[in-house]
């Protein structure tokens, strides 16, 4: 059994740029969230993915925006960069149906100079 | 809108005593709630998930209770360890497939 991975592992960008991250859902699961995290802070839910649809949202911005493929892995997208937006990225996969327990890659640390 | 708080923001123990953590939300109609481990620039680690319909769960030397009715839930770690340090992180799962984070609760245990 696979785990949820991530690449790249990090990643420096220029203010206005746009980005892409992405990530493997643990074998089996079927949805796939986002979350940002700031440093000393809690993660904050982006959105999530459920059979390659959004259905749910957190407090963020249409240029933050999400793909999930048939196989269940995904992409977050990043345009028009701001300073704020350096953060570490969380993705995370669960399988409906066993209590949605959440499976959390090692991260994207995004630095936007 | 939910909010989760945990208390304290940080702690430090000697090794072999044992320790709760706090966690409050705000909004109890949630679906279940999860304890998180994080390691240093590091991903999350689940350390335990409870249902909304269960009052506890244990793993090891973890144990994990809910109290939906006064939006409480605590972490007790037995016999603390070096390797226990870490920030611990509750989670609460609502609706709309919303997840809400506490801050975290820093812990160090000193050998």
């Known amino acids: 059994e696979t785990g949820v991975t991530q690449s790249p592992t990090h990643l420096i960008k220029t203010r206005g740029q746009q980005v892409t991250l992405r990530c493997s859902s643990q074998?089996?699961?079927?949805?796939v969230s986002w979350y940002q995290q700031a440093l000393g802070q809690g993660p904050q839910f982006i959105f999530q993915?459920?059979?390659?649809?959004?259905?749910g949202r957190g407090n963020f911005p249409p240029r933050f925006s999400g793909l999930q493929f048939p196989n269940y892995s995904s992409e977050l997208n990043v345009n028009a960069l701001e300073l704020d937006d350096s953060a570490l990225y969380l993705c995370?996969?669960?399988?409906?149906?066993?209590?949605?327990?959440?499976?959390f890659g090692s991260g994207t640390q995004l630095s936007v100079l | 809108k939910q909010e989760v708080t945990q208390i304290p923001a940080a702690l430090s123990v000697p090794e072999g005593e044992n320790l709760v953590l706090n966690c409050s939300f705000t909004?109890?109609?949630?679906?279940?709630l999860q304890w998180f481990r994080q390691d240093p620039g590091k991903g999350l680690t689940s350390l335990l998930l409870?249902?909304?319909?269960?009052r506890e769960q244990t793993s090891g030397r973890l144990n994990a209770s809910l109290d939906k009715s006064s939006g409480r839930s605590t972490l007790y770690i037995a016999a603390s360890q070096p390797g226990d340090s870490a920030t611990y992180l509750c989670?609460?799962?609502?609706?709309?497939?919303?997840?809400?984070f506490g801050t975290g609760t820093k812990l160090q245990v000193i050998p």
């Open positions: 995370a996969s669960s399988f409906v149906g066993t209590g949605e327990k959440l499976f």
């Open positions: 074998s089996g699961h079927n949805t």
């Open positions: 993915y459920y059979r390659e649809e959004e259905n």
């Open positions: 909004d109890s109609a949630i679906y279940n």
């Open positions: 409870i249902q909304s319909s269960q």
């Open positions: 989670a609460v799962s609502g609706g709309y497939q919303k997840v809400t």
